[in-house]
T-cell receptor, first 113, second 114 residues
Framework: ELKVEQNPLFLSMQEGKNYTIYCNYS?????LYWYRQDPGKSLESLFV?????AVKQEGRLMASLDTKARLSTLHITAAVHDLSATYFC?????????????FGKGTKLSVKP | NAGVTQTPKFRILKIGQSMTLQCTQD?????MYWYRQDPGMGLKLIYY???????DKGEVPNGYNVSRSTTEDFPLRLELAAPSQTSVYFC?????????????FGSGTRLTVV
């Protein structure tokens, strides 16, 4: 059974600092997704990582995937207040007849001045 | 471009009542999903469908039913509402085929059972 664990679950950062969110998954998966959720809102897709060593960047966020270690990271560079949100990773699960996403619990990020 | 539309946005139900959460997508996606999100938790899959007439259970299907009579619509039915079903429900869809990996999520339905 595929399980996805994120850490930390809560992260308070100062503006301008760097930090990394970690996403471990328990069994083989070849797709890893990162989403952002603002309070009371839906999920916004950030990145889809499809292969070992994949790296994607958008603004101050960079995501990477190591399928051998079953680890994905979301790195935040020079954080700004606008990045405050909850970030979810999700891994594709092929345990049933069709693939579906298994989500981590999310990392609530708060960026303070 | 409507994407995935969910109705209602908010609903309060009494214990034992029934209701249907509506989900419609206009992107001709074959795959559709229902997730629930409890406070401080990630999303858990309730049911999914790979096309009209085909549905299957996810991680937490108890207390729910679905149907998929058309490609566009994937309603979620709660027959006898219980307080444990208080949650935010998200519908999502995705296309199939090479290169189609992205999921599109609806804006959610916030349900309270009292």
């Amino acid at each position: 059974e595929l399980k996805v664990e994120q850490n930390p679950l809560f992260l308070s950062m100062q503006e301008g600092k760097n930090y990394t969110i970690y996403c471990n998954y328990s069994t083989t998966s070849d797709r890893l997704y990162w989403y952002r959720q603002d309070p009371g809102k839906s999920l916004e897709s950030l990145f889809v990582l499809l292969s070992n060593g994949a790296v994607k960047q958008e603004g101050r966020l960079m995501a990477s995937l190591d399928t051998k270690a079953r680890l994905s990271t979301l790195h935040i560079t020079a954080a700004v207040h606008d990045l405050s949100a909850t970030y979810f990773c999700a891994a594709m699960n092929y345990g049933g007849s069709q693939g579906n996403l298994i989500f981590g619990k999310g990392t609530k990020l708060s960026v303070k001045p | 471009n409507a994407g995935v539309t969910q109705t209602p946005k908010f609903r309060i139900l009494k214990i034992g009542q029934s209701m249907t959460l509506q989900c419609t997508q206009d992107m001709n996606h074959n795959y559709m999903y229902w997730y629930r999100q409890d406070p401080g938790m990630g999303l858990k899959l309730i049911y999914y469908s790979v096309g009209a007439g085909i549905t299957d259970k996810g991680e937490v299907p108890n207390g729910y039913n679905v149907s998929r009579s058309t490609t566009e619509d994937f309603p979620l039915r709660l027959e006898l509402a219980a307080p444990s079903q208080t949650s935010v429900y998200f519908c999502a869809s995705r296309a199939t085929g090479e290169g189609n990996y992205g999921y599109t999520f609806g804006s959610g339905t916030r349900l309270t059972v009292v």
